[in-house]
Every structure is written in C-alpha cells, then in structure tokens.
T-cell receptor
C-alpha cells in the first residue's frame, strides 16, 4: 500500500521562504519527486531525491529522509508566480501522488 | 515540439456515450502512464505501460476503462458508457525506464459528462 500526506493549503508573503512538508508510507521506493501545478495546467517537474539529504536547484531545494519517510520542498525568495499547487510523489515502478499543497503568495 | 501530446484537449459528452483519448509520448520514452485528476486532488494513477505491455492497472479502474498501447508508441484510453463521475482531467505522462527517471506530463484532456 501507499500513503502520501501533505498540508492542504499554505500562505506566504512575497520574498519570504516557505517549507512544504510531505510524509509517506510505501511498499517500494525509487525516489521522491516534487511537481508544481498551476490551476488548469499539467504538473511540471521541480526536483527529486533518491538518496537522503538536500538537493538544491536555484530558489528550490528538496530534502529527503528515507528512514523517516519524510521530505520537504523549500522555496526561497517567493514570487507571486509561485502561487500554485505543489505535488509530492513517490516513485516505484509507477509514480503515486499526494493530494497537493495549494500555496498562495501574497504581496 | 517533442513533449507529450494529448488529444482532444477538451471533450463534452452525454452520459452513456463512449469516449477515447489519445496520447503521444516523448519519442524515446518506453514508459507511458495514465492518470485522472479532479479539482483539488492530486493525479490519481490509472495504469502504465512499458513498451506495449500494460504492467499495472489501478483497482479503482472499473471495467468501463480500457487502455492500449499496441505498438509501444502512442496510447489510447477509452471510457465506455460514461457517467457524470468520470468528469475529470485525464493526464498522460511518459518516462524512460528506471528508478529516478522523471515522468513528463502532457497538457491533459478535459472530460465533461453531461
């Protein structure tokens, strides 16, 4: 079985830093992925972790602890265009998604 | 454009009718996935193919749903006897085989059953 949990909604201020958490339980694991999805559009890939630790990609970073079944996505220097849903996904042979965290960035 | 392509992008159909969606994956990718997404939810896994073989199918997928990938390239998803609860966005994605390989999504096909 598989269970992926992330907060439903978050709000942050332009220029700030926000951390979106994800916890998971899975019977197989080949990586933890983060996608961004704007309303009415398809998800786009942001970041992934296969090994424990922090992966940094510009304003976005993702962290993974496999022993704890935990990941987070860190967004720095928030911009208005970062308002979107952020999807945590666990890769096995397929890929399963959480329900998404809807982030609203306010001026 | 060499991304994942889906058509039609939008489909409105009457309850009880059959609909078919087509997906053309990124040409080098041997894995192809179908997902369904409703408002406020993450993509829900339906099925996936490796080349022409359908390797996994969600238990949530009723017998009214069928997917094919006859030559290991494009895929079709057919929904028979549509119901209002089938209204959703149907997303296709593709990837290379192997752990850590990112899956890339198409723009999705919106289905409205009236």
């Amino acid at each position: 079985g598989q269970n992926i949990d992330q907060p439903t909604e978050m709000t942050a201020t332009e220029g700030a830093i926000v951390q979106i958490n994800c916890t998971y339980q899975t019977s197989g694991f080949n990586g933890l992925f983060w996608y961004q999805q704007h309303a009415g559009e398809a998800p786009t890939f942001l970041s992934y972790n296969v090994l424990d630790g922090l992966e940094e990609k510009g304003r976005f970073s993702s962290f993974l602890s496999r022993s704890k079944g935990y990941s987070y996505l860190l967004l720095k220097e928030l911009q208005m265009k970062d308002s979107a849903s952020y999807l945590c996904a666990v890769r096995r042979n397929d890929m399963r998604f959480g329900a998404g965290t809807r982030l609203t960035v306010k001026p | 454009d060499t991304g994942v392509s889906q058509n039609p992008r939008h489909k409105i159909t009457k309850r009880g009718q059959n609909v078919t969606f087509r997906c053309d994956p990124i040409s080098e990718h041997n894995r192809l996935y179908w997902y369904r997404q409703t408002l406020g939810q993450g993509p829900e896994f339906l099925t996936y193919f490796q080349n022409e073989a359908q390797l996994e199918k969600s238990r949530l997928l009723s017998d009214r749903f069928s997917a094919e990938r006859p030559k290991g390239s494009f895929s079709t998803l057919e929904i028979q006897r549509t119901e209002q609860g089938d209204s959703a966005m149907y997303l296709c994605a593709s990837s290379f085989q192997g752990s850590g390989n990112t899956i890339y999504f198409g723009e999705g096909s919106w289905l409205t059953v009236v």
